[in-house]
């Protein structure tokens, strides 16, 4: 019997996913089916794979089709924020997670949109051979399309899910580019000197005054000149603004095909988030000792804030 390796079957199962995407055409269940059986050399319900694992495999087809048409596509584009409609429709050929597990829906923890990903990996400018950590870093969706644009860099990744880490465990298996911490970022010794702290879709978990305190370890774990990258969900600056924010993520999921009870749950656990302003935590960065503070990219309520120690 052929021995299957997880990591190479999650490889070849993304391949096979791959041409859809290129054709444009929508992930459904049916074709996960049919590229996880041949990659893992059975069905989900003899236990050869399970749903979590294909949504994966289906954020590293998502992964190939931007190594493969990435850099083009933004030298056409022109810019992050024009290349996003591009983008967006590429991340609605993704299922959505209708299967995904209790506990991942418990703690967000979910990937970054490889919209906001890709536009806060342009937006880090990182150097072929930076040394990056990223806390709160999940299964290493936005680890992988660093290392896709920057393949010389070397990256930790941080996060307080022993099961988010096993992921991004077996997604770089055998990479020695890439190494794990489990910690919470709110109290770890961040280390250093990194030329690159960068962090997605997490920071809103803490409270404000835990985000000044982790923005100034992050400020003193930056080497001189170096970087950070905050790629986050915002706050509106107003309730009027934060409303509209609210009724326009409403319609881009429904006009997604979210099922109504995903965005039942989704709304449900916004509840816990503590989202705050650009404009605040452009101030709590400064304040915090960074300098060239700039919000490099926004769409609503998404945005990449980045600054320099
Ligand atoms: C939405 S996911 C984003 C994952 C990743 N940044 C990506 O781009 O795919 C949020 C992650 O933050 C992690 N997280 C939340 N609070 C954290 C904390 N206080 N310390 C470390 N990680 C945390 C969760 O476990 C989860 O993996």
């Not at 996960?32 to 590293?60: H, P, Q």
């Amino acid at each position: 019997m052929t021995e299957i390796v997880p990591g190479a079957a999650l490889t070849r199962a993304a391949h096979q996913l791959l041409p859809l995407l290129e054709q444009g055409q929508r992930i459904d269940a049916p074709a996960l089916r049919i590229a996880m059986g041949a990659a893992f050399g059975g069905s989900d319900t003899d236990g050869a794979w399970d749903w979590k694992t294909a949504y994966d495999v289906c954020e590293g087809a998502a992964v190939l089709f931007l190594r493969k048409y990435g850099k083009a596509l933004l030298r056409k584009a022109g810019s992050p924020a024009a290349a996003l409609p591009l983008l967006t429709r590429i991340a609605g050929l993704q299922p959505s997670h209708t299967r995904r597990s209790e506990e991942s829906e418990a703690f967000q923890q979910f990937s970054t949109p490889i919209p906001l990903g890709f536009a806060a990996a342009t937006a880090a400018a990182i150097t072929a051979d930076d040394i990056v950590l990223e806390p709160s870093a999940g299964t290493g969706l936005l680890a992988a399309l660093l290392l896709e644009r920057m393949p010389n860099a070397r990256i930790t990744c941080l996060d307080a899910s022993d099961g988010m880490l096993d992921e991004a465990r077996a997604r770089f298996a055998g990479d020695d580019r890439v190494d794990f911490v489990l910690a919470d970022m709110a109290t770890a010794d961040l280390g250093g000197p990194w030329g690159v702290v960068m962090s997605a879709l997490a920071i809103h978990h803490l409270e404000d005054a835990a985000k000044k305190a982790l923005f100034a370890g992050v400020r003193g774990a930056l080497t001189p000149g170096g970087l950070f990258v905050n790629a986050e969900q915002v706050l509106g600056p107003t309730p009027a603004l934060e409303e509209r924010y609210a009724r326009r993520w409403l319609a881009d999921v429904r006009a997604a095909g979210v099922p109504g009870d995903e965005i039942d749950r989704a709304c449900e656990r916004m509840r816990f988030d503590r989202c705050a302003s650009v404009e605040d935590q452009l101030a709590w960065m400064r304040d915090a000792g960074l300098a060239d503070v700039d919000c490099t990219f926004k769409s609503w309520r998404f945005a990449v804030l980045s600054g320099r120690a």
